[in-house]
């Protein structure tokens, strides 16, 4: 025996090995599913194409920006003000493949075929579970398209440069660039979501643009190339597009003055800035900033929904191929039938996710053809993005359980996913905020109403739980006593319904049965791995599985 051998305490066994090299798209029964019921399966090649990176090299890409988080530059080496974000070049390899497949104009440069939003949804979710930060400045650059459209002048030079698929880092002014993103400033310190209290001031000048003098507490993604912000302008509150390079190559009077030391999104910049006089173009009308804004805010509301659909199935994918190599009491623990049951319901509560998402994105999607799916989509939006958001940390946590003590090493990618959880139900409104919204629309939009309710009524007699719940949820709905007090209960069964009619409709009855069963029926726990001893197990995690 060697020295080495006598002196050697350990063979590393029973460890997983990294889950890498996979293709996110081509192993997620589920999604493909989804986005072909629900009208984008033409761009299943392009999606199979990022699906292999985001299952690839990206996955590395991920690790890399999050580990080296952006830092704030505010001057040169001599003392110029240049208020420039350093980032890892991790961070723009993923920016330059989401913008090349499509994450912020995939969409738009479709735009003439049915199911655009579908997909490019699906490319935001495949994008999510490589990296979730650089979804922030994807979002909202996709999300501005139609907010842009009442400036039609700045529509025209700006909008071909926000959907294309070139990604172009450089501080330069719009009119060099060979794509440009867009970023948001709403938030101050004094108001919140509350914006009709926003003090930040828009001044209007002889050459019919605006000096913007104030403040954002909160100013997502700062390196973009251009913002749009709210401010007091003298016919109250307005909408601005303010640059962040003017066009003669001068820095704009925007000053960074630090960035947010977050939770999670480490991969991606948040900051707080003084505007002080800084030039901005007025983006529809005055006092009518909050209508144009909000525009943008309903798409990124959806984005809101897809990162966190996307989030649950990584976690779901981590703890799958970790409990499938790992044994414990003689057993793989994926053959453990407690295990099992926790397994199967994870992959039930990330396929109701997607589900509904895609189906949002429909309804987005058709929206502009169709009066039925506009008037859903604009109170669907706010039910599942509250929903699906309140979901995702508690899934999260459960797959992260999973893997047990090493699910909360950073290696694993968990305690990433962990803390970015919780983002997407704070960020474009918290829970109340949208269950406020429901209510609004409810009241004040019959349309929306009979939308949703049509919805529901269309599965009416397939399942004896849900037939029970949608006559208990129409009668609630009906009570104007205290409404606003019980609108989280009423909005997260509203969420069940929705997604339990889409299971109802996909055409497998057995999970179908079983969600309406779990969800509906009251035969399931407060805790995921709570379903019943009929529960379809195997065809839930089989169905899953195909991803380790």
């Not at 003098?213 to 749009?228: E, I, N, Q």
């Not at 003669?248 to 960035?259: F, I």
């Not at 990433?416 to 949208?434: D, F, K, T």
């Amino acid at each position: 025996m060697s020295i080495t051998e006598q002196f050697m305490t350990h063979e590393v066994q029973n460890q997983p090995v990294p889950l890498k090299d996979y293709n996110a798209w081509d192993t997620d029964t589920a999604l493909k599913e989804a986005v072909e019921r629900e009208g984008g399966g033409w761009a299943a090649d392009h999606l199979s194409e990022y699906g292999a990176r985001c299952g690839g090299d990206l996955i590395d890409s991920g690790f890399a920006a999050n580990e080296n988080k952006p830092k704030l530059k505010s001057f040169d080496r001599y003392g110029r003000r240049i208020d420039e974000v350093e980032f890892h070049p991790a961070y723009h390899d993923l920016m330059r493949a989401s913008m090349h497949y499509g994450m912020n104009g995939f969409a738009w440069r479709n735009a003439n075929r049915a199911g655009a939003h579908v997909a490019r949804a699906a490319v935001m979710y495949l994008g999510a579970q490589a990296d979730a930060g650089t979804g922030c400045p994807m979002s909202m650059t996709y999300a501005a398209i139609p907010a842009l459209r009442h400036a039609p002048d700045l529509a025209e030079k700006w909008i071909p440069k926000l959907i294309s698929p070139d990604y172009d880092p450089r501080s330069l002014p719009m009119e060099e660039k060979t794509g440009c993103t867009i970023g948001m400033g709403m938030t101050e310190k004094q108001g919140g979501s509350d914006v009709r209290a926003n003090t930040t001031r828009a001044i209007r000048q002889a050459d019919g643009s605006y000096a913007i003098v104030g403040h954002k507490w909160f100013f997502s993604a700062p390196m973009c190339d251009a913002h749009l912000v709210l401010a007091q302008a003298e016919g109250g509150l307005s909408c601005f597009l303010i640059p962040r390079i003017l066009p003669d190559g001068s820095r704009n009077a925007v000053e960074v003055q630090r960035l947010k030391d977050k939770l999670g999104d480490w991969s991606n910049a948040s900051s707080e800035v003084e505007f002080q006089g800084a030039r901005g173009e007025l983006v529809g009308e005055e006092g009518r900033g909050i209508v144009t804004i909000l525009e943008m805010v309903a798409l990124t509301r959806l984005d809101c929904m897809i990162g966190s659909s996307g989030q649950m199935r990584q976690a779901l994918v981590q703890a799958l191929h970790h409990t499938r190599q790992r044994k414990a009491f003689g057993k793989l623990l994926i053959d453990q039938p407690l295990m099992r049951n926790v397994l199967a319901d994870l992959a039930l509560e990330s396929e109701a996710a997607i589900g509904l998402t895609l189906r949002v994105a429909r309804a987005i999607d058709a929206a502009p053809r169709d009066d039925h799916e506009a008037a859903f989509a604009r109170i669907a939006t706010a039910i599942g993005k509250y929903w699906i958001c309140k979901r995702t940390p508690p899934m999260v946590n459960e797959a992260q359980e999973c893997l047990g003590g090493i699910g909360y090493v950073e290696e694993t990618m968990m305690p990433r996913l962990y803390r970015q959880a919780p983002l997407n139900s704070i960020w474009e409104g918290s829970g109340n905020v949208q269950c406020l919204d429901v209510l609004r629309a409810l009241r004040k939009e019959p349309e929306s109403r009979d939308a949703l309710f049509a919805e529901l009524l269309r599965m009416k007699g397939n399942d004896s739980h849900y037939d029970a719940e949608l006559e208990r949820l129409m009668a609630d709905y009906g009570d104007p006593d205290q409404i606003e007090f019980r609108s989280r209960a009423l909005v997260e069964r509203t969420a069940l319904m929705l997604q339990a009619a889409l299971f109802l409709q996909s055409g497998d009855a057995a999970i179908a049965a079983e969600f309406c069963r779990s969800r509906l029926g009251g035969q399931h726990g407060l805790a995921f791995g709570t379903l019943g001893p009929d529960a379809p197990v195997d065809l839930l995690i089989d169905r899953a599985m195909v991803a380790a």
